[in-house]
Antibody
Framework: EVQLVQSGAEVKKPGESLKISCKGS????????IAWVRQMPGKGLEWMGI????????RYSPSFQGQVTISADMSITTAYLEWSSLQASDSAMYYC??????????????WGQGTLVTVSS | DIQMTQSPSTLSASAGDRVTITCRAS??????LAWYQQKPGKVPKLLIS???SLESGVPSRFSGGGSGTEFTLTISSLQPDDFATYYC?????????FGQGTQLQVK
């Protein structure tokens, strides 16, 4: 069974840095793209970016380019989402999800449990 | 960037009703569309991929259709467990934008 286990909830102050993680349960982790999705309180899903852990090829949504950094360490089957300077508007639930594809059509097939990030002074 | 627009934003219905949610893409995406269900406080769940391919374990009352720029998610006979928020999501050229969501609520 595919499992993505995310790191725990975080409470941070504006200006602080943060790196949250998403650990895959299987060796094939490096062969699948892993996406990050934001959900602000009471709002919809927003795709942030996606990484291929096998070679760290990373693509960002234009809305999040330059705002966050996505990385991965395939030796420990873990993907990361990082901020260098948090803002209150970064308060949200963040999900990682593994991409699947069917005949060229791709989707987010397996999801982590989510990491709640709260940024408050 | 491809924009996805769902309608309606909110849908009130009763158990047993047949309901349809529409998703429109700002440009042709072929059949590169997925549908997700999310219940409050829960992780999104993939229902349908490739516009009409039902995921394993998803009840057959769910169906997806359409291609190009207009897509539908239909629930043939609403069950109490189906009241949730539904999102469409497109895939084209490493862009995975979601629609804004449709909240399906009890009438």
């Amino acid at each position: 069974e595919v499992q993505l286990v995310q790191s725990g909830a975080e409470v941070k102050k504006p200006g602080e840095s943060l790196k949250i993680s998403c650990k895959g349960s299987e060796n094939s982790f490096t062969r699948y793209w892993i996406a990050w999705v934001r959900q602000m309180p009471g709002k919809g899903l927003e795709w942030m970016g996606i990484i291929y852990p096998g070679d760290s090829d990373t693509r960002y949504s234009p809305s999040f380019q330059g705002q966050v950094t996505i990385s991965a360490d395939m030796s420990i089957t873990t993907a990361y989402l990082e901020w260098s300077s948090l803002q209150a508007s970064d308060s949200a639930m963040y999900y990682c999800a593994r991409r699947g594809c069917n005949g060229g059509s791709c989707y987010l097939e397996h999801w982590g449990q989510g990491t709640l990030v709260t940024v408050s002074s | 960037d491809i924009q996805m627009t769902q309608s309606p934003s909110t849908l009130s219905a009763s158990a047993g009703d047949r309901v349809t949610i529409t998703c429109r893409a700002s440009q042709n995406i072929g059949d590169w569309l997925a549908w997700y269900q999310q219940k409050p406080g829960k992780v999104p769940k993939l229902l349908i991929s490739k516009a009409s391919s039902l995921e394993s374990g998803v009840p057959s009352r769910f169906s997806g259709g359409g291609s190009g720029t207009e897509f539908t998610l239909t629930i043939s006979s609403l069950q109490p467990d189906d009241f949730a928020t539904y999102y469409c999501q497109q895939y084209k050229s490493f862009s995975y934008n979601f629609g804004q969501g449709t909240q399906l609520q009890v009438k």
